[in-house]
T-cell receptor, first 112, second 117 residues
Framework: ELKVEQNPLFLSMQEGKNYTIYCNYS?????LYWYRQDPGKSLESLFV?????AVKQEGRLMASLDTKARLSTLHITAAVHDLSATYFC????????????FGTGTSLTVIP | DTGVSQNPRHKITKRGQNVTFRCDPISEHNRLYWYRQTLGQGPEFLTYFQNEAQLEKSRLLSDRFSAERPKGSFSTLEIQRTEQGDSAMYLC???????????????FGPGTRLLVL
């Protein structure tokens, strides 16, 4: 059974601090995505990581991919309240065409 | 570009009834996806279309679920003989899927929240 696991599931952090969210997956994949979801809203695409060693940065968020370790990280730098949301990673296994498998999400709360 | 739209936004139905949801993707997007999301979980893949062809369907998807995209534009998702376990948010997403790469970025609609009583 394919698993996409995120940790932590819940994260409460103070403004200005740094933290990392981890996404582990159990299949071969060369495509990994990060999304953000605000309460009661739909998902917003953040990053698309397409190869081993890929790194993408946007503002205070930086995502990286290690396909050999089957691990992606989402690093938050100097958190601000506006980053409070649930973050999901999703993988597309190499052998299943185009099915996206999502993790359970990490609920981030940034405390002023 | 008005984004992905879904209708209705909310649906309450009684167990055993049939329901149909509609998704209108971004106009130039050739791929369309349906997902189901329950509280506290990530979206679960249901099916996807490239143009009008339904290319993949989750093995976990009950035969009570059917989806169509007749002209390669909007799509409908029908659930027959609804059960309480079908209560969830149903999300639609579209993308440009000509090749692997940034074009595969999915744009999600606001979802249809289904409650089966």
């Amino acid at each position: 059974e394919l698993k996409v696991e995120q940790n932590p599931l819940f994260l409460s952090m103070q403004e200005g601090k740094n933290y990392t969210i981890y996404c582990n997956y159990s299949t071969t994949s060369d495509r990994l995505y990060w999304y953000r979801q605000d309460p009661g809203k739909s998902l917003e695409s953040l990053f698309v990581l397409l190869s081993n060693g890929a790194v993408k940065q946007e503002g205070r968020l930086m995502a990286s991919l290690d396909t050999k370790a089957r691990l992606s990280t989402l690093h938050i730098t100097a958190a601000v309240h506006d980053l409070s949301a649930t973050y999901f990673c999703a993988v597309v296994p190499s052998n299943t065409g185009n099915q996206f498998y999502f993790g359970t999400g990490t609920s981030l709360t940034v405390i002023p | 570009d008005t984004g992905v739209s879904q209708n209705p936004r909310h649906k309450i139905t009684k167990r055993g009834q049939n329901v149909t949801f509609r998704c209108d993707p971004i106009s130039e997007h050739n791929r369309l996806y349906w997902y189901r999301q329950t509280l506290g979980q990530g979206p679960e893949f249901l099916t996807y279309f490239q143009n009008e062809a339904q290319l993949e369907k989750s093995r976990l998807l009950s035969d009570r679920f059917s989806a169509e995209r007749p002209k390669g534009s909007f799509s409908t998702l029908e659930i027959q003989r609804t059960e309480q376990g079908d209560s969830a948010m149903y999300l639609c997403a579209s993308s440009l899927g000509w090749r692997r790469g940034p074009q595969e970025t999915q744009y999600f609609g606001p979802g249809t929240r289904l409650l089966v009583l």
